[in-house]
């Protein structure tokens, strides 16, 4: 135990993680799935055994399999839907910016390229019968979109991970 | 004119403190007459002094702002800056993010940029392990040592080879891009202004349409951030378009924020071991000042505290003397 250990430990004990060369054991996570799976196979049997307990009380036999056709489909449906969500996660930047854009901290901004916006569309209407100095509406769109991205920044590193 | 009245007030400042009570009468009679200075006097001061001011004012005018010859749009937007936790003096990269971000990079931008300067073997330990890493080597091909026939033959990749280009060299990477050269993303954090703000930006910041009146050049895409606003790349990151091994949801900015990470890592992978080489220099240094502080207040103890004292010795008057001496 020497005196620099006594650096090493304090530096150590700020939490700098160590980089391990080796993958670190993934034991847990895999004996944990098969429990949780045949758990939901039950679940799911009861279900089945439920609905066969129904359908025999039923005095119309020929509705039955109809029910069962319309709840597999809706299952279907579901997982469809699910599969979709889990594709496409919706990125929430545009919708923060928009809010900031909206928000009374940029309004100035906003009413200003809106107003740019109009004007230049008129004028591109207008074709060659315009005469005048041709603008565009980059700078109003600099303004705005600083802003609005300034303000959405510390709105949006606390969504990511 | 002005400077003379100038001068003349802390003159007879001087004069009226360093002069007794003799001299009080001629200093009060300068005094009244400085009281009642002639109006054209006043009228001249002015104006010197307005026309020293307008001058300078004119010369800053014309010569002293920086001269800014770009429109807004030829500058491009400033990045936005982000509130980044790996840039913080006392945080490492999340290492997490920079597999994420390696993953980003394979799979969308390495198609066109090249990462020519790191090596599979710099990502051992640090986001892969070793295996992961040999398998990634092996699945390209590189030309070995001339063998006995002096013929180059392809032999599968080692971790000391480095990431292989998309291009064979920049005018294949300019011909299959309709003349604009993809960057080597090797050093790109380094080597454009705002750094990992910047990166950020460009590639979340494509807008849905160019504003109005906007010109955008044939095969170009508008975007604010790139100087010019007129980029050859166009948008790359969709929601989705990766799916992360971890299962983190690969929204666009979420994408983009992993693979600026990384970007970063590749263009400063000594970036942790600097900062704890930095705690611990300062843990040191800072130790060892104290120290010096310490011993040098000990060795000046003796010094600074010591008090010379002269008492003359009792003297007596000579004896041809005593008769004088009034004792």
New interface residues.
Partial sequence: MGFTDF?TD??SS?G??E?????PAADVETSSTPQDEPAEKTEEATEESESAEETPSEESSEEAPEEEEAAAEEEEEEEEEEEEEE???????PKLEEDCANSAKCAPYKHH?DE??ER??R??EEGDDFKGV?????????HL??CA??CA??K??RE?? | MLARSLLRVPNRAIARQSLGKSTRASSTAAGAESASSPFHLTLTASLATAAAAGSAAWYYHLYGQEAFASTPAEEGLHPTQYPWVHQRFNKTFDHAALRRGFQVYREVCASCHSLTRVPWRSFVGVMHTVDEMKTMAEENEYDTEPNDQGDIEQRPGKLSDYIPAPYKNDEAARAANAGALPPDLSLIVKGRHGGCDYIFNLLTGYPDEAPAGAAVAEGMNFNPYFPGTGIAMGRVLFDGVVEYEDGTPATTSQMAKDVVEFLNWAAEPEMDDRKKMGVKAIAVLSGLFAISVWVKRYKWAPIKSRKIVYSPPYWTPPLNMMAEWPV
């Fill in positions: 650096f304090v530096v700020l700098f993680s980089a391990q060369a080796e993958a594709d496409e996660p919706e990125d929430i930047k390229y740019c916006v230049v569309t004028q591109e041709k603008e565009d509406c980059v700078e109003e769109f600099f979109t600083h991205t300034a920044a510390p949006l590193w990511l991970k």
